[in-house]
């Protein structure tokens, strides 16, 4: 927000002006106001292995991450790059595999990857799009550019956040909306609905029919599962409620069965359906990959899109975006060693202390060392880990990550964040204005994920 001596940065100038004329006191309980908001709408997380706290609020913060209308134009003309190259890879690997034959992404890394679906290979989805949904999660370091931390191409999470942190902040602080020109992002459910509608499949007579699968209340997003068919206005399933008839997928209403011709499916892989993958999973339906691959429904995202969120593939990523492009990346990667090979492997081990290392498969900040942090029982004990396994993990610098204002009791206070802006691709690429901004509430710390204690903020991208 400010520039040290030389005053505010523009998009926040008139946002001080206003904080300036607050009673510090009225905020803190404006802060208490929202949670009790989110507590009555029922916004919580499920945290895995916590059975003291098996549903949480995610901690809001009232003080808008704030970005001028150029960068971020910058920025999403950077993600739409990126994001058409990541669905153009997916073709490619399920197909002919050229980026593999020359040379730019290793063989190994496609062929031993557990998020490498065989069943895909020589299948296209309906309109050639694999990635319908995807939540790129953007750093920047200090006040320099913007990085890609990594790609979620797989079954995204956030958005519902996003949508109710903006709208608490209309409820609460009208005027300061009324005072700065702030894109909209509560059109997305609406964005949402018309991008899954544009690839329906082949079967699909006339409007589609679209249902979201959630695994059940159990599930850490449930509620945002929830949230996002009711604002679109479809059925929200789980897999005891579909079967397969006479060659389509089917949901049971009070009407009867319904053949759904799009599904929204925030179930993994494996679950989706236990005749092609994992045989006793109750979460999915049986028979849907076939009816897949036969053009009775489209699946979004479409299986084996794991491959794309992979650690070790991203690693790769300013190649394969220039491979498919023909121009460079316009968003540069954090530099990564990739602990498979010996080189790094050896410069990680002996650089622990500076690093962040992560699981290739991992998410929601499991499974990390963050180096600078850990004690050194922790970091030896990672070390074994990695030794026993090292095409298991990549590594990263600890990033002096941007820093924005959050409300402390004696006012403002700067804090790291990461911003997770979510794209819809199927007939054209839409990406909402801003997206979720994840703010480190613990001061010095790196660790933005809800799981570990961060919280959340409205992204404000101003029209001007």
């Known amino acids: 927000m400010l520039l040290g001596t030389e005053g505010v940065r523009p998009p926040y100038e008139k946002f ?18 929202a949670e009790s908001l989110f507590h009555r709408t029922g916004i919580t997380f499920a945290v895995y292995g916590d059975e003291a706290a098996a549903e949480r609020l995610i901690p809001f913060d009232l003080v808008p991450r704030i970005l001028a209308r150029a960068e971020w134009d910058r920025l999403a003309e950077g993600i739409e790059q990126r994001v058409r190259a990541l669905n153009a890879f997916l073709d490619d690997i399920y197909h002919d595999q050229e980026i593999v034959k020359a040379g730019k992404v290793p063989a190994r890394l496609i062929e ?25 999660d953007i750093v920047r370091v200090g006040e320099g550019e913007f990085y890609v931390l990594e790609d979620n191409a797989r079954t995204p999470s956030g958005v519902s956040y996003m949508i109710e942190n903006r709208e608490t902040m209309m409820q609460m602080f009208p005027e300061l909306f009324a005072q700065n020109r702030v894109r909209p992002v509560e059109t997305y459910p609406t964005d949402l609905r018309r991008s899954l509608a544009a690839v329906a499949p082949p079967a699909c007579k006339g409007e589609p029919t679209i249902a979201v699968l959630t695994p059940g209340i ?18 929200l399933v789980e897999g005891s409620d579909l079967k397969l008839v006479d060659g389509r997928i089917v949901m ?39 009816v897949y691959k036969n053009g ?15 650690k070790a593939i991203y690693s790769y990523m300013p190649d394969i975006v220039e491979f498919y492009t023909g121009k460079p990346a316009m968003l540069q990667n954090v530099p990564t060693w990739r602990c498979a090979e010996e080189d790094s492997l050896a410069y990680v081990l002996d650089h622990l202390e500076e690093l962040v290392v992560k699981e290739v498969h991992g998410s929601g900040g499991y499974g990390m060392l963050v180096g600078p942090t850990a004690s050194r029982a922790e970091r030896e004990a990672f070390a074994v880990k990695l030794r026993q396994r090292p095409t298991n993990y990549i590594a990263q610098p600890t990033l002096a990550l941007s820093t924005v204002p959050i409300l402390v009791d004696g006012g403002l206070a ?4 990461d911003l997770r802006p979510f794209v819809l691709v199927s007939d054209q690429v839409r990406i909402t204005p801003g997206g979720l901004t994840r703010v480190a509430l613990k ?7 809800s799981s570990q204690g961060g919280g959340t903020k409205d992204t404000w991208v101003l029209e001007v």
């Open 218 to 235: 159990h599930n850490s997003a449930f509620y945002e599962h929830a949230f996002l068919a009711d604002q679109m206005g479809v059925e």
């Open 296 to 310: 009775g429904i489209t699946i979004a995202n479409a299986p084996g899109t794991g491959i794309a969120d992979d």
């Open 252 to 290: 049971r209403t009070t009407q009867g069965y319904q053949p759904i011709d799009v599904l929204y499916r925030r179930v993994d892989d494996a679950f989706l359906d236990p005749l092609a993958f994992r045989p006793e999973s109750v979460l999915g339906v049986a028979g849907i990959f076939e």
């Open 414 to 417: 700067p804090r790291h964040v």
């Open 112 to 136: 031993g990857n557990e998020a490498f679906l065989p069943q895909m290979v020589g299948f296209r989805p309906p309109a050639g799009v694999y990635t319908h949904i995807i939540g790129t």
């Open 443 to 449: 001061e010095g710390s790196l660790v933005v994920n």
């Open 16 to 33: 001080q002006a206003w904080f300036r004329k607050q009673d510090p006191g009225t905020l803190i309980d404006k802060s208490g106001e």
